[in-house]
Protein backbone atom coordinates (compact mmCIF):
# COMPACT_ATOMS: atom_id res chain seq x y z
CA UNK A 1 0.00 0.00 0.00
CA UNK A 2 1.21 3.48 -0.80
CA UNK A 3 1.02 5.25 2.58
CA UNK A 4 1.58 8.80 1.20
CA UNK A 5 -1.23 8.36 -1.43
CA UNK A 6 -3.76 7.35 1.55
CA UNK A 7 -2.01 10.02 4.24
CA UNK A 8 -2.97 12.86 1.37
CA UNK A 9 -6.61 11.92 1.28
CA UNK A 10 -6.68 11.78 4.91
CA UNK A 11 -5.47 14.84 4.79
CA UNK A 12 -7.67 16.28 2.26
CA UNK A 13 -10.69 14.75 4.13
CA UNK A 14 -9.55 16.55 6.82
CA UNK A 15 -9.59 19.94 5.52
CA UNK A 16 -11.97 19.54 3.56
CA UNK A 17 -13.78 18.88 7.19
CA UNK A 18 -12.51 22.27 8.39
CA UNK A 19 -10.46 20.11 10.91
CA UNK A 20 -6.64 20.75 12.35
CA UNK A 21 -4.75 17.80 12.64
CA UNK A 22 -4.81 18.55 16.86
CA UNK A 23 -8.64 18.65 16.35
CA UNK A 24 -8.68 15.23 14.93
CA UNK A 25 -6.21 13.93 16.58
CA UNK A 26 -8.37 14.87 19.86
CA UNK A 27 -11.39 12.81 18.16
CA UNK A 28 -9.00 9.67 18.21
CA UNK A 29 -7.49 10.12 21.38
CA UNK A 30 -4.09 10.10 19.09
CA UNK A 31 -1.14 12.37 19.39
CA UNK A 32 -0.68 14.89 16.84
CA UNK A 33 2.76 14.05 15.26
CA UNK A 34 0.83 10.31 15.00
CA UNK A 35 -1.62 12.26 12.51
CA UNK A 36 1.49 14.38 10.71
CA UNK A 37 3.06 11.01 10.32
CA UNK A 38 0.10 9.15 8.74
CA UNK A 39 -0.82 12.21 6.51
CA UNK A 40 2.91 12.56 5.09
CA UNK A 41 3.36 8.73 5.15
CA UNK A 42 5.72 8.21 7.43
CA UNK A 43 3.44 5.82 9.09
CA UNK A 44 0.35 3.19 7.91
CA UNK A 45 -2.27 3.23 10.74
CA UNK A 46 -3.53 -0.16 11.68
CA UNK A 47 -6.75 -1.29 10.50
CA UNK A 48 -9.11 -0.35 13.39
CA UNK A 49 -6.83 3.07 13.40
CA UNK A 50 -7.78 3.51 9.81
CA UNK A 51 -11.61 3.00 10.49
CA UNK A 52 -11.76 5.25 13.60
CA UNK A 53 -10.08 7.98 10.85
CA UNK A 54 -12.76 7.09 8.25
CA UNK A 55 -15.52 7.71 11.01
CA UNK A 56 -14.22 10.93 12.59
CA UNK A 57 -14.00 12.46 9.10
CA UNK A 58 -17.29 10.98 8.16
CA UNK A 59 -16.28 9.23 5.25
CA UNK A 60 -16.38 6.21 3.49
CA UNK A 61 -12.99 4.23 3.73
CA UNK A 62 -12.64 3.74 -0.01
CA UNK A 63 -13.00 7.00 -0.31
CA UNK A 64 -9.30 7.43 1.81
CA UNK A 65 -8.24 4.37 -0.54
CA UNK A 66 -9.33 5.43 -3.81
CA UNK A 67 -5.23 6.08 -4.87
CA UNK A 68 -4.54 2.70 -4.16
CA UNK A 69 -7.67 0.30 -4.62
CA UNK A 70 -8.37 -0.53 -8.58
CA UNK A 71 -11.62 -0.78 -8.10
CA UNK A 72 -13.33 2.21 -6.08
CA UNK A 73 -14.44 3.73 -9.97
CA UNK A 74 -17.89 3.10 -8.94
CA UNK A 75 -17.32 4.85 -5.14
CA UNK A 76 -15.87 7.68 -7.26
CA UNK A 77 -18.88 7.95 -9.51
CA UNK A 78 -20.91 8.20 -6.60
CA UNK A 79 -19.26 10.86 -5.28
CA UNK A 80 -19.64 12.58 -8.66
CA UNK A 81 -23.41 12.03 -8.85
CA UNK A 82 -24.29 14.00 -5.76
CA UNK A 83 -22.05 16.57 -6.06
CA UNK A 84 -23.80 17.34 -9.67
CA UNK A 85 -27.17 16.75 -7.81
CA UNK A 86 -26.81 19.19 -5.67
CA UNK A 87 -26.08 21.56 -8.35
CA UNK A 88 -28.92 23.60 -10.22
CA UNK A 89 -30.48 21.99 -13.52
CA UNK A 90 -28.76 24.36 -15.57
CA UNK A 91 -25.32 23.77 -14.41
CA UNK A 92 -25.53 20.01 -14.31
CA UNK A 93 -26.47 20.04 -18.21
CA UNK A 94 -23.53 22.33 -18.92
CA UNK A 95 -21.16 19.78 -16.57
CA UNK A 96 -22.87 16.98 -18.38
CA UNK A 97 -22.16 18.21 -22.07
CA UNK A 98 -18.24 18.85 -20.72
CA UNK A 99 -18.21 15.21 -19.62
CA UNK A 100 -19.55 14.14 -22.64
CA UNK A 101 -17.12 16.35 -24.73
CA UNK A 102 -14.30 14.74 -22.68
CA UNK A 103 -15.45 11.00 -23.00
CA UNK A 104 -16.06 11.67 -27.06
CA UNK A 105 -12.22 12.86 -27.24
CA UNK A 106 -10.84 10.22 -24.92
CA UNK A 107 -12.52 6.88 -27.00
CA UNK A 108 -11.49 8.40 -29.98
CA UNK A 109 -7.56 8.33 -29.28
Given amino acids: MDAQKVGRRIQ ?3 KSRGLTQS ?3 QLLDLST ?5 IECGFKTP ?7 IANAL ?3 ANLLLADVLDV ?10 KKLLALPPEEQRRILRV ?11
Fill in 58 to 60: QCD
Fill in 23 to 25: ELS
Fill in 72 to 81: TTGQESGLVS
Fill in 46 to 52: KLNTFVA
Fill in 33 to 37: KYISN
Fill in 99 to 109: VEIMIDETGSK
Fill in 12 to 14: EMR
